[in-house]
């Protein structure tokens, strides 16, 4: 039986990259069909906690709050080491120094926050921006600092800010762990069978990607205007790996070692449901060449 399912994911170069060929149809998906939602992270989480779309990516962090009625495709997501987000400001400041001062933060819900909480020492007021306004509101004043996501790890140099703290290094250090920062969810009730279908499209597409990388190139341009070309080439390069083809044993631990802190942090209580929605190990990926080239 046909069936149209509503699939969101964000303008950025490493998900348009991914779903490139899903969403322009170059590969085949009888008998389900797709419907594409694109919007900033932290819009995706909201659409899928109010259950309106039926996969979506969304922050690793988010998962604490959909774990009933979602669950995690093994394909598709953000993972990897050297990744993570970054603390940014004006002047030269330490973290102590922002201890108690204004952080912009590309919302509540993010990973990115929640590494901010985690790591601790700020406890002044956060504001929840869209990613792309952080940086302006930094260099403009209105913030005393901001975690920076996305190509801003790549181009805040440029912009005359400097590096406060990188998130993702904090991460790697604590746990020995690659840094989780979003995944696909599903709608449980949709089942293993159309999870699994997905999980193994989601790789033909990020294959066709890989094979095809100039066909998918006009593709990304016309959702990442603002972005050169070098840094859409580091963006893919970064995140765009071997987790993404299949979150791997490494990678399913870094996720639970990830929602057990966000739960712990929130004060939840998770529900006792399976986390991903195909069950039995991913299989161990490491050691293919780069997922991402171009």
Known sequence: MHQSLNLGFSPCPNDTYIFHALAQKRIALEPLSLRIFMGDVEELNREVRAGRLDMAKVSIHAMVHLLRDYCLLRSGGAMGRGCGPVIVSREKLSMRDLKDRRMAIPGRMTTAGLLLQLEGTHQGPKEEMVFHEIMPAVLE??????????????????????????????????????????????????????????EEKIRESLAHSRAHPHEAWPYMRKHAQEMDSKVIHQHIQMFVNDYTHDVGPEGEKAIRHMLKAAAAQERLATPQLPLFCTQGKSADTRGRKPWGSL
């Open 141 to 198: 004043g209105r913030v005393d600092a901001g975690v920076v996501i996305h190509e801003g790890r790549f181009t805040f140099h440029e912009h005359g800010l400097h590096l406060v703290l990188d998130l993702g290094a904090w991460w790697e250090n604590e746990t020995k762990l690659p840094l989780p920062l979003g995944g696909i969810v599903m709608k449980r009730k949709l089942g293993e069978e159309t999870a699994r279908f997905m």
